[in-house]
């Protein structure tokens, strides 16, 4: 937090400054007040958490919003990933001049993908991103969460309070506004509703008890099927996938992974080496593909039903038909 409210000091004193370069623009800070909402600090952490999970692959960890993504790296990486757009950057831009060359570009080919290369109601530009402004980032990881991953549930209505300070020759004006950085669930009628984008396997457990267990059925019998080439058989879905060994050798037998015996443990007598098992078989399943970003391994590990199923449903959805 401390970090924080000197983040929007900094700014402050940079507005003071450097007046002459703000005449005719309007420039918005968020109220200090409102760094410290704890709807806002979900937000941040959750985008923080899907930028680290696309990128994954590459390696790539971030950890503030307003420290990591000024330079074009992250962002040129995410586009990478999420639309398969190459462009021809420097990987590393060391000056700021290199730094802004490439964040042009990157956010040029960003405002075409998201469809809004001739709106001037952009709420970042490249100056913004640049300077580390918080509010400008938020917008832009929001509006990519929408367009690439709509499926994500970020935090619904956040709100800001901001001041928003004008400059002109006749002095600064000032004015505080409340700026929506995520819209109410179902506002509008054209997004999809809840029900709809939540998951199926939440939809399921909804459902009554024999539908629930026609569907277990259907995904017990799939799973063994696969197991009995190791004479292996599950008989209690709910229990027997929480030490994560029998996770692991199915995963290994769908997708054709050797999973070395020292990576795991194969008799695991704690919950540390139950968790290490499956926090292996959800990192092998995300490598490949299968995006169970709203599974925890310490659901799985503690029996949880949901958790469970949702793994399983997604082996089972992308393998049944092979």
Known sequence: MAMEADVFEYHKEEDTLDVESFQGEKRKLIQPTSLKDPKLE??????????????????IVVQSLEEDLYDGLVLHHLLSQLAGVHLTVEEIALTSTAQIRKLEMIIEELDKRLGLQDCSHIKWNVKLIHN??????????????????????????????????????????????????????????????????????????????????????????????????????????????????????????????????????????NDSEMLHNVTLALDLLNDSGLQLSTVDPQDIVSQDVAATLKVLYALFKRHKEK
């Open 42 to 59: 979900k937000l941040k952490q959750e985008l923080v958490d899907w930028i680290n999970k696309t990128l994954k692959p590459e390696h």
């Open 132 to 269: 580390k402004d918080l509010l400008a980032t938020i917008h832009l990881l929001v509006a990519m969460v929408r367009r690439f991953q709509p499926e994500l549930d970020l935090p619904p209505n956040v709100k800001v309070e901001v001041v928003v300070v004008e400059v002109s020759r006749s002095g600064i004006k000032s004015d505080v506004q409340t700026e929506v950085l995520t819209e109410e669930s179902n506002m509008s009628s054209d997004s999809p509703s809840s029900a709809e984008r939540e998951d199926p396997i939440e939809q399921l457990l909804k459902l009554e008890a024999h539908k629930v267990n026609t569907v277990k059925k259907a995904i017990l019998h799939f799973v063994n099927q696969n197991m009995a080439a190791m004479g292996l058989q599950v008989a209690d879905m709910d229990k027997q996938f929480a030490d994560g060994v029998i996770l692991l050798l199915l995963i290994g037998q769908l997708e054709g992974f050797f999973v070395p015996l020292f990576d795991f443990n194969l008799t695991p007598v």
